[in-house]
């Protein structure tokens, strides 16, 4: 029987991960994950499931364990400390990957963030200069990843922006950063209605992000065919970019806010309103202000592995999400200027 180990598995991915592996394969299931009382998707009395129960930091408690398994998908990590960051973004992969058995080893699959990538896939520069701590240690990792002897059995994965769970709790995953936000954004719709900012992006749901891992996970591992890479091979998960303008035009749609006429939020303005308003940006922000559009060719959904998008568009999202909805608004009233 396939032994994969998950880590980060009482997370939002890590959740979605390890219920989709649950249902579609027959492997055996080690997930790591520091409190199980926050493991809800997810039977812990499951016979094919076995939890460890332990920080990443303290690696060496599973190398036992670490030596049996087949298959990794590490999706654990750490931001805001910078010296957690460290640890456990750079360090602990580090001696995660020593205590692996190479013979039994068939893959891989590590989790970074499509910020550390320009749009062709390659290692973005700014990343490692200036990013936030988390950033930085996801660029650094990347890097030596990429030299590493097990390079060629590494898939790394980068998602976009993700939404997972429901707004209201309601859901057995945990809610993601992003569904959380969205009431909080919600708010703001008042405001937003008003502005037109030149930008894009790509978003995922944690429920497609698990399909395309274990799509990965539970087929033979194959060396790195990708374009202009070496032997780790990039994957970055989202569903086709998006623009600012449509996903407030989306959100106004589902909130009943009429939509205005637009003022353009060009850079200059924007860098003209940091000057006078007391915003503290660093130097990560300011690069994102000038980038604006956060979009990567090629970009992977479930359908490049034979499998189906779950949340293909930002409305579906929207509904899986839980946050009310409460229809088309009537067209903004025009107003005479002669009045």
């Given at each position: 029987?396939t032994?994969?180990?998950v ?13 989709w ?8 299931l080690?997930?790591w994950l520091?409190d ?7 039977p ?7 939890l ?8 060496d408690r599973?190398?036992q364990?670490?030596?049996s ?6 999706t ?5 400390d910078?010296e ?6 750079v360090?602990?992969?580090k001696r ?24 062709h896939?390659?290692p ?6 200036y990013?936030?701590?988390y ?9 030596d ?6 390079a060629?059995k590494i898939v ?6 993700v ?5 209201d709790g309601?859901s057995p995953?945990?809610?993601?950063y992003?569904?959380e936000?969205?009431?909080?954004v ?13 930008a894009?992006?790509?978003f ?5 992000i ?14 790195n ?6 032997a ?12 600012v303008?449509?996903?407030?035009q989306?959100?106004?749609r589902?909130?009943g806010?009429?939509?205005t006429?637009?003022i ?8 003209t ?11 990560w922000?300011r690069?994102?202000?000038r980038?604006r ?5 090629p970009?992977?959904q ?9 949340a293909?568009?930002?409305?579906t999202?929207?509904?899986d999400s839980?946050?009310?909805n ?10 005479n200027?002669s009045?």
């Amino acid at each position: 029987m396939t032994r994969i180990l998950v880590t980060g598995a009482s997370g939002c991915v890590g959740q979605y991960v390890s219920r989709w592996l649950l249902d579609h394969s027959d492997a055996e299931l080690l997930l790591w994950l520091r409190d199980p009382a926050k493991l809800t998707a997810v039977p812990a009395d499951h016979p094919r499931i076995r939890l460890l129960v332990g920080d990443l930091r303290d690696t060496d408690r599973f190398a036992q364990e670490l030596a049996s398994v087949n298959r990794v998908i590490h999706t654990a990590t750490a931001w805001g400390d910078p010296e957690r960051a460290e640890q456990v973004n750079v360090v602990a992969v580090k001696r995660m990957l020593a205590l692996l058995e190479p013979s039994k080893l068939e893959q891989i699959i590590y989790f970074s963030t499509a910020s550390v990538l320009d749009r062709h896939l390659r290692p973005l520069p700014e990343a490692l200069a200036y990013g936030t701590e988390y950033i930085q240690t996801k660029a650094r990792c990347l890097r030596d990843l990429e030299q590493h002897p097990l390079a060629s059995k590494i898939v790394a994965v980068f998602p976009t922006l993700v939404f997972g769970g429901r707004v209201d709790g309601t859901s057995p995953f945990p809610t993601s950063y992003l569904t959380e936000g969205l009431a909080e954004v919600s708010r703001w719709l008042w405001l937003a209605r008003w502005l037109r900012v030149d930008a894009s992006f790509h978003f995922i749901h944690a429920e497609d992000i698990a399909r395309i891992c274990g799509l990965l996970a539970t087929r033979p591992h194959e060396p790195n065919r990708e374009p202009g890479q070496g032997a780790l091979r990039r994957v970055v998960m989202g569903q086709p970019a998006i623009s600012v303008n449509d996903t407030v035009q989306t959100l106004c749609r589902w909130r009943g806010v009429a939509r205005t006429p637009g003022i353009p939020l060009w850079p200059w303005l924007i860098e003209t309103l940091i000057r006078v308003l007391p915003i503290e940006v660093n130097a990560w922000d300011r690069f994102s202000i000038r980038q604006r559009h956060f979009i990567h060719d090629p970009v992977t959904q479930p359908e490049r592995f034979g499998g189906s998008s779950h949340a293909p568009d930002l409305a579906t999202v929207l509904s899986d999400s839980g946050l009310p909805n409460r229809g088309t608004p009537r067209p903004a009233r025009k107003v005479n200027a002669s009045t």
